[in-house]
């Protein structure tokens, strides 16, 4: 038994503890040599697989504490889900609406336009202010009369024309006519207060000038 003992600390890593050596008699026979000869190799053997079972239940127990050890333990997320932006649509823009102009103030527009084109002596703007359907007051065909207003405008220096007391008259859907009181100068020559009458066409193209009248100095005109 005590050799058990010393061979279970030995192989636990102890130190084995010193003790008497005990003789057991049994009876008044010593035991043989055979017999004691052939139990020393059993108890080797049993303190063997002793040995070793307890050393295998250590190495057991070690890998058991260690993957406990090891174990993760999974840790729920603290970010915060993304949240869905909500975007409100904003308030349609109501579409800009050009202001509408009247007839009346398209055809003040062309006379005015009429007016620079002449000051500036720049003919064919000048004559493009007239309607293909133009009637020249002298009698002349459109033709005639272009060619000597061409030759007229460019052949000045300098002009200068302005107009006053414009009024509009309307004649019908397509039909207006603009009097006004036209000054004239270039170089020496001078007109002062000349009574005109333009008469207009509305075409696709827009206002056009399809007679032109000059009355006497002084005439009134119209309200």
Known sequence: MDKRLALLHKAMGEEVPHQASVTRVTGNTAPSTKSVATSAPLQHVLLSGMA????????????????SAAVIVPVASTVAPPVAMVVTPSAPTPGVVPPTRSDEEEAVELVENWRKAWSRRDVNAYLGHYSAQFVPASGQSQEQWATKRRTAIAG???IQVSIRELRTERIDERSMNIAFL???ASGKYLETAQPKILGLLREDSGWRIVSERALPVGTTLAP
């Open 156 to 158: 000045r220096a300098d």
């Open 52 to 67: 070793g079972l307890i050393a295998v239940a250590g190495v057991l127990w070690f890998l058991q504490d260690s993957r």
């Open 182 to 184: 036209q000054d004239y």
